[in-house]
């Protein structure tokens, strides 16, 4: 029998994000130093057994884990007032009982990956500085501000002035992550990098 005061109870609250779909479940453990996303039940398979003990309740379409918490986006015809204790709960008790987050080498494997996306994107001179820079401004001041909404932004690419992110977590098909791209990081890249034109996205 493990001593109980060693252990601080599993703290856990919902934030809403602005994707109706979305809902962030916060805890008071570091469930994951970094960013893994679920879009799809054969990743969390192979990555993440939060992930995929989630994926088996019939209305979890999206996992994102990130730090101390964990981002659920739903199937649109159930409600969240019917799931959102049921959600809690399970995401309590599995923490409680140390079940495993994501799986070792899930951060080199994701990196990888995006090595080999970014590869055919080869930049050079102006280019790699640009690139640079565009990388830089989304670390510093898009990832935090998405990041207390449940989700994240990725940079994909870079194509003469236009620039291309990937959404995931909340971000990803959510109403108004159109608007915070347009309104607010286009705005701010397009002021801070003059050969910005346009900035689109894709669903991570």
Do not use: H
């Not at 029998?1 to 703290?11: D, E, Q």
């Amino acid at each position: 029998m493990s001593n109980p005061v060693t252990k601080s109870p599993v703290m856990l609250y919902t934030e809403q994000t602005p994707n109706p779909e979305s809902l962030k479940f916060v805890t008071n453990r570091m469930l994951y130093k970094g960013t893994a996303d679920f879009g799809t039940e054969e990743l969390a398979r192979e990555w993440s057994p939060l992930a995929t003990a989630l994926f088996e309740l019939p209305y979890v379409k999206g996992v994102y884990i990130c730090n101390n918490f964990v981002t659920v986006t739903k199937e649109m015809n159930y409600d969240w007032a019917d799931l959102m204790l049921k959600l809690k709960e399970f995401i309590k008790k599995y923490v409680e009982e140390g079940g495993e987050i994501i799986n070792d080498g899930f951060a080199e494997a994701m990196a990888k990956i995006e090595e080999e996306r970014g590869a055919s994107y080869q930049y050079t001179g102006d280019e790699a500085e640009i690139v640079k820079k565009v990388k830089d401004l989304i670390e510093t001041y898009v990832k935090p501000a998405v990041e207390m909404d449940g989700g994240n932004i990725e940079f994909k690419s870079w194509d003469q002035g236009k620039v291309v992110l990937i959404m995931q977590g909340a971000c990803s098909g959510c109403p108004s992550s159109t608007v915070t791209l347009k309104a607010g990081i286009e705005g701010m890249l397009k002021r801070m990098i003059p050969e910005v034109r346009e900035v689109v996205a894709e669903m991570g």
